[in-house]
């Protein structure tokens, strides 16, 4: 049996670039942010719902999070005292979640949790390159990578026999 030859790369896998570092940097800031008892679904909601009247619906577009997960968090939120579901001022139907005081005092620690995490992984970087990388990032972000691709259509199984 001939050994065959991988094919030649020729570009730099960015995908297991991207990747490895956002997970990285997911695992650092979810150990940051349970040292004052959030995850960092909880921080979003929180500092999200501070920024005006939202309903659950719109936090959860917000955050990425779909239905069933945004329930969980929100219920966490409520159970530890830091918010609460309230009937909204606009629309007697629509319940939006409200920050407490004591969700907002925590809005506030976990946001400087937050930054020193995003700080640190910026210091990593050399000085002149800093604002660079974010400026490209975020040009990648907001353009050629800004939507997903639809997921393809599944093929029915065909069956042998």
Same mark, same amino acid.
């Given at each position: 049996?001939?050994?065959?030859?991988?094919?030649?790369?020729? %570009?730099?896998?960015?995908?297991?670039? !991207?990747?490895?570092?956002?997970? /990285?940097?997911?695992?650092?800031?979810?150990?940051?942010?349970?040292?004052? *008892?959030?995850?960092?679904?909880?921080?979003?909601?929180? /500092?999200?719902?501070?920024?005006?009247?939202?309903?659950?619906?719109?936090?959860?577009?917000? *955050?990425?999070?779909?239905?069933?997960?945004?329930? /969980?968090?929100?219920?966490? !939120?409520?159970?530890?005292?830091?918010?609460? $579901?309230?009937?909204?001022?606009?629309?007697?139907?629509? $319940?939006?979640?409200?920050?407490?005081?004591? *969700?907002?005092?925590?809005?506030?620690?976990?946001?400087?949790? /937050?930054?020193?995490?995003?700080? %640190?992984?910026?210091?990593?970087?050399?000085?002149?390159?800093?604002?660079?990388?974010? $400026?490209?990032?975020?040009?990648?972000?907001?353009?050629?990578?800004?939507? @997903?691709? @639809?997921?393809?259509?599944?093929?029915?199984?065909?069956?042998?026999?």
């Amino acid at each position: 049996m001939t050994a065959m030859t991988p094919p030649t790369r020729t %570009q730099p896998d960015l995908s297991y670039l !991207l990747d490895h570092t956002s997970h /990285v940097l997911r695992t650092r800031m979810a150990a940051a942010l349970a040292e004052i *008892g959030l995850t960092a679904r909880m921080h979003c909601v929180l /500092v999200h719902a501070l920024e005006g009247e939202r309903t659950q619906s719109e936090l959860a577009g917000i *955050g990425d999070m779909d239905k069933t997960t945004m329930v /969980v968090t929100v219920d966490a !939120l409520e159970k530890a005292g830091l918010a609460e $579901r309230r009937p909204s001022s606009t629309d007697r139907r629509a $319940r939006i979640i409200a920050v407490t005081e004591k *969700g907002a005092r925590t809005a506030e620690r976990s946001q400087r949790i /937050v930054d020193s995490v995003h700080g %640190q992984a910026l210091d990593a970087l050399p000085d002149g390159d800093r604002e660079t990388f974010l $400026r490209l990032l975020d040009h990648l972000a907001g353009g050629h990578l800004s939507t @997903p691709s @639809p997921a393809p259509a599944r093929r029915a199984r065909q069956h042998s026999g």
